[in-house]
């Protein structure tokens, strides 16, 4: 069971609002694109610049998430704390390293 704790900073919560607003722009235009009947490598291009734009907010919240939810879970002196940030750290890496 994933331990429950809001704690994106503040800073980083902008930062990923901001990011998933241009995402969202992206997405918008990514329709429009198929709409309009665009060329298909242009397409490509825009799901690809997506992709890449979905991959750094992944990336800012996998630091987050290692920063604050896990480190300080382990730093914790409860081990049953402790085991589940490691269970749920084993989940991540084998879920998101690929």
Do not use: H, W
């Not at 198929?34 to 734009?53: G, P």
């Amino acid at each position: 069971m994933p331990i429950k704790m809001g704690c994106i900073t503040k800073e980083r919560k902008t930062e990923l609002l901001s990011r998933l607003s241009r995402i969202e722009g992206q997405i918008k235009g990514l329709k429009s694109m198929v709409e309009d009947e665009r060329y298909c490598l242009d397409i490509l291009q825009q799901v690809s610049s997506t992709f890449e734009a979905l991959r750094g907010v992944s990336k800012v919240i996998m630091r987050n998430y290692l920063e604050i939810c896990a480190t300080s879970a382990l730093q914790s002196k409860r081990k049953e704390k402790q085991a589940r940030i490691y269970d749920e750290l084993m989940k991540a890496i084998y879920k998101f390293a690929r």
